[in-house]
């Protein structure tokens, strides 16, 4: 009968086979939590820009458009986001469960506490401002970032529903009537005869506002309440450029 | 060659600590596990001699080049146990012609039905040997390997949880369930038997 120990240790022997080193297990396990600590942290910010759009977004006109809170939900969320915390989460918990001791917790148990883990830092990425930054260095750095985004631009872009925003290029007072260019840079008309603003301020040149109303041909439109766009008095007191 | 007799007072993780530094104490931890192993490999798989004498032999090397890996923390069986599994279970994914029918010995199922396995042995008696091995290799690889480490290599918990690396919890389910399963299946073969 053959002695396998003996015969092993003859092949090790003979094949010249030893340990890996200690450092190679040390960096194998320490990469785990590196990339462990990365996808909670990048899940932490796709989490804060979650909060950051839905937040930002005009939650109250949805019923000047007929639309259901469920519907209107359903429109506004931030589905590219929700993918990347979704997937990040994912990686979260694959590389706790390939830690030394991560297979000893139950995946939800590992998937609920990264939520919570990312949805906390979030709300401090949120709280601080920095979703905001990364919100407008993506949306002037990356072509096309805002088509994929429903975000206020898009919300307050929908004219035939109703909703235009941009700013005042010129003021006919007289005639009830101010100019003004949308974020294709076209010019509007708009009617403000029958016009109620909302909040306490002035009609100037220049000034970002939105608009509640009714398209009355291609470039026309008559207002029924005027808004004016979400500046840096209104919000956390960064805010600047949209409407 | 070191002596027998010299690692036989140690622990395995004084061995493990030896074999860093001189590979010929790795003898007497291979020598420790070589039949326990063997029979572990043997039930989870059923291959022939040979092959789990070839499938063993790698397991001792890859255990070998991971032992910087080794947590003392954790126990050394448990470790070489996993990595035996994960090996086997791997060759027989690459290779099915591995897979043959276990025949456990009678000592084995003896053993299953006197474990707090709850298969009552009247129960046994009636069906028979044979005829319970036959069920116990239909099932699924799954809750077989939780079968052969909780009754018959008689791991706890904890241990099983570490070879499987699955949560504790989990064990238990996978347990109770096949313990639902046999039992089933073993209803069913009765009243096979009791139509033909």
């Known amino acids: 009968m053959i002695d396998i120990s003996k015969a092993t240790l003859e092949k090790m022997k003979r094949e010249n086979i030893h340990p890996r080193p200690r450092l190679y297990f040390l960096t194998k396990n320490l990469f785990f939590w590196l990339m462990f600590s990365l996808a909670t942290i990048l899940g932490g910010i796709s989490f804060g820009m979650i909060m950051f759009i839905t937040g930002d977004l005009d939650w109250d006109i949805y019923h000047y458009l007929g639309i259901s809170v469920s519907k209107a939900v359903l429109i506004s969320l931030p589905y590219l986001w929700i993918t990347f915390m979704l997937f990040f989460l994912f990686i979260t918990c694959y590389n706790f469960i390939h830690t030394r001791t991560g297979y000893r917790h139950h995946f939800i148990m590992i998937f609920f506490i990264s939520l919570l883990v990312s949805a906390i830092l979030g709300l401090v990425f949120y709280q601080y401002g920095w979703t905001e930054t990364i919100d407008r260095q993506l949306r002037s750095r990356i072509p096309g970032y805002h088509h994929l985004i429903y975000g206020r631009e898009k919300q307050w872009m929908q004219p035939a529903r109703g909703l235009l925003s941009g700013n005042i290029t010129v003021i006919d007072r007289e005639n009830s009537i101010l100019f003004l260019k949308d974020y294709s840079n076209k010019e509007w008309q708009v009617d403000i005869s029958q016009t109620r603003v909302k909040g306490m301020f002035p009609i100037t040149n220049n000034l970002k506002i939105k608009i509640l109303g009714q398209q009355l041909s291609e470039y026309t439109f008559k207002a029924v309440e005027i808004r004016v766009g979400r500046g840096s008095s209104q919000k956390r007191g960064r805010r600047t450029g949209q409407p | ?196």
């Open chain 2, 1 to 196: 060659m070191a002596k027998i007799s010299d690692g036989k007072q140690k622990t395995d993780a004084q061995l493990v600590a030896l074999t860093l530094k001189n590979q010929e104490y790795y003898y007497h931890l291979m020598k420790r596990y070589e039949s326990s192993l063997t029979s572990y490999i043997y039930r989870l798989s059923g291959m022939k001699r040979t092959d789990i004498q070839d499938i063993l032999q790698e397991v001792f090397i890859l255990v070998y080049q991971n032992l910087n890996d080794y947590d003392e923390n954790f126990k050394f069986s448990s470790w070489i146990y996993r990595i035996a599994r994960n090996y086997t279970i791997s060759m027989l994914r690459k290779n099915p012609k591995y897979v043959q029918n276990i025949s456990w010995d009678e000592h084995d199922l003896e053993q299953l039905i006197q474990s707090d396995f709850n298969l009552e042995e009247s129960f046994i008696q009636k069906i028979g040997y044979e005829d319970l091995l036959q069920i116990i290799n239909l099932l699924p690889l799954k809750y077989r390997e939780v079968i052969i480490l909780k009754f018959i290599e008689e791991k706890d918990y904890q241990e099983i949880s570490d070879i499987l690396k699955k949560p504790i919890g989990t064990v238990g389910t996978l347990i109770n369930r096949a313990r639902k399963i046999l039992s089933k299946e073993i209803d069913r073969h009765r009243e096979g038997e009791k139509y033909d």
